[in-house]
């Protein structure tokens, strides 16, 4: 376990303030992916089918103070999920890019939870029950409006735009035997753990990353002997269904590419581009608390980056303090090239705010 001393502590807190509906459907404390999108903010609870936007508010010194003005946008309205509107999509990370915001599923299956009200029996039954939910087996393309009546506004998810004289479309791969993990099946390191629910080091997506036209996503599992796995796609239209996504072919016309990286044994929680890198939020891919880090991967976004980056290759940015059981990283992004916002899930109790939670900023230099 990382030495406390050793922990980044935040400059400050900013309060994350959602709706009375968010809350009920428990977003706020579910919080598994965020990205910055000007003056606003993206954010992705794993519980739900929806994605929710935030807008800045500046205190008295001019300085950001908090995200409000919140707005809900249900997947439904811009894609066909498979498994219609209201099954929870289990979205884990985001990217924005040009005219998108790309949104990636966990991809994983899920096993049972025990609850402490179970008897011994019922608890047994629940541990060997697997389910598979089609709607986390999806990447969404969502298309960017930001054209108001009075010139540029606030960013909008719609599911067609004109930009630049070219039409836009919010697409979706996945749910017609098409899905990453679909790809994957024959794969010698991946196809393995197909079977296995994220949570026990089964294939389990987590972090999502745009540069150019490549999409990098990040995986919590499976850690293959201390090594994460993050997997190189470009999803392009398909040209008979301008809702609908394929993957072109990489340059060695493979539809995907995998990067293995030394984390340490620690898994992928999300990515973050910062010029030609990748910023790695790194976690312990099961369900316990454990170190959490930031780590630099010099070049990690160019078309001809490693396959293999052993540990000596990336820069350790800093570790984040967590709690046990409670305050687990899950999403950063960057508010400006020298700062990172830190989102949590299942934050502890000193984090919840009236209305909402509190995020971190933290700075990425000393």
Not at 44 to 49: I, K
């Amino acid at each position: 376990m990382d030495d406390p001393r050793q922990w980044r502590r935040p400059e400050r807190q900013v309060g994350l303030v959602f709706d009375a509906g968010a809350r009920e459907a428990g977003t706020h404390v579910n919080l598994s992916g965020i990205r910055a999108d000007g003056a606003h903010l993206w954010v992705a609870g794993d519980e739900t089918a929806t994605l929710e936007r935030l807008t800045a508010v500046a205190g008295p010194d001019g300085v950001l103070s908090r995200y409000g003005g919140h707005r809900t946008v249900r997947l439904a309205d811009l894609v066909d999920l498979p498994a219609g509107a209201d099954d929870e999509a289990d979205i884990e990370g985001l990217a924005r890019s040009g005219d998108w915001l790309w949104a990636i599923g966990s991809h994983s299956l899920k096993r049972r939870r025990i609850k402490d009200t179970h008897p011994d029996t019922k608890a047994r039954k629940r541990l060997a029950k697997v389910l598979r939910e089609e709607n986390r087996f999806t990447l969404l393309r969502l298309a960017v409006a930001t054209a108001g009546e009075h010139g540029p506004g606030a960013p909008q998810l719609v599911r067609t735009a004109e930009s630049g004289g070219q039409r836009l479309t919010s697409a979706v791969l996945g749910g017609r035997g098409d899905s990453i993990t679909d790809l994957l099946a024959g794969d010698p390191h991946l196809g393995p753990f197909l079977s296995i629910p994220g949570k026990d080091n089964g294939v389990d997506i987590e972090g999502i990353a745009a540069h150019g036209d490549r999409l990098y996503l990040g995986m919590r599992g499976p850690v293959l002997r201390g090594w994460a796995t993050l997997l190189e796609i470009r999803p392009v239209t398909d040209p008979d269904d301008e809702h609908r996504l394929v993957l072109a072919p990489m340059d060695d016309g493979e539809r995907y590419r995998t990067h293995f990286l030394d984390l340490g044994g620690l898994g992928i929680r999300d990515l973050c581009p910062h010029g030609d890198d990748l910023l790695i939020l790194a976690g312990p891919s099961m369900s316990l608390s454990g170190p959490i880090r930031v780590l630099r991967w010099r070049g990690g976004c160019v078309v001809d980056a490693a396959d293999v980056v052993r540990g000596g290759e990336l820069e350790t940015v800093m570790s984040l303090p967590h709690g046990q059981g409670v305050d687990h990283a899950e999403g950063i992004t960057l508010l400006d090239d020298d700062r990172l916002l830190v989102v949590y899930d299942s934050p502890a109790a000193g984090r919840m705010i009236p209305g909402g939670v509190l995020a971190d900023v933290v700075a990425l230099r000393d």
